[in-house]
């Protein structure tokens, strides 16, 4: 019989899945039932940080003007539970065709999620994606593959 922290984690590996579908179809109203309602997310394009659901949303909805089709691969994922608050890091990949109809494979980021929960739900309180940073030329790095 499953411990109660392994019926957690299992939930929040089917919240990221759900991040992975929400993505695949550009949904962006899949997406806000996953996050906190003031998640603070800090994403690899400016300003340093987003605040708030209609942030990270708009920030998902730039993301996507981009793409025809857009596909999102996760790697590597742990996950640590907690009772109320939980932690997760992996790497991710956006990808697919652009609008001109060239394919991309995109690049890897490092993500780390923080989940809360809140209301018996596991939500996503914050969430950050970043490159590795050249420190001579200042430029990120993103030909990197795990």
Known sequence: MPTRREEDEATIREQLS?????????????LRRLYATDVVSFDVEPPLQHVGIDAKLKNWEKAFAFFQDVSYEVRDLTLTVGDTVAFGH?????????RNGTATSGMWVRGTFCFQKIGGEWLIAHDQ????????????VTDLEP
């Open 18 to 30: 759900k991040i992975v579908e929400g993505i695949q179809a550009k949904d962006l109203e899949g």
């Open 129 to 140: 994606a970043s490159v590795p940073l050249d420190m001579s030329s200042g430029a990120g």
């Open 90 to 98: 992996c790497f991710g990949r956006l990808s697919g065709t652009l």
